[in-house]
């Protein structure tokens, strides 16, 4: 079974609503996971899909 991955845990903090949107890391992790995911099922569905290019990384701290 293939198993799709991302650039580190698959999750994105916040504390309050509207905050995991701040949460520069973790969203663009989420990204990073759902262009993975869709590469994957084009490459099933047909056998040709192009890779996108990876994101600068984007690191965050909540050390404030």
Known sequence: MPI????YWN???GREPGQVALDKEGMQTM???ANNMAYILKQ???GTAEKT???ALQLMHFIR
């Open 53 to 55: 290019a990876p994101e």
């Open 31 to 33: 990204r990073t996971l």
């Open 44 to 46: 099933f569905a047909s």
């Open 4 to 7: 799709v991955t991302s650039q």
């Open 11 to 13: 999750i994105a903090y």
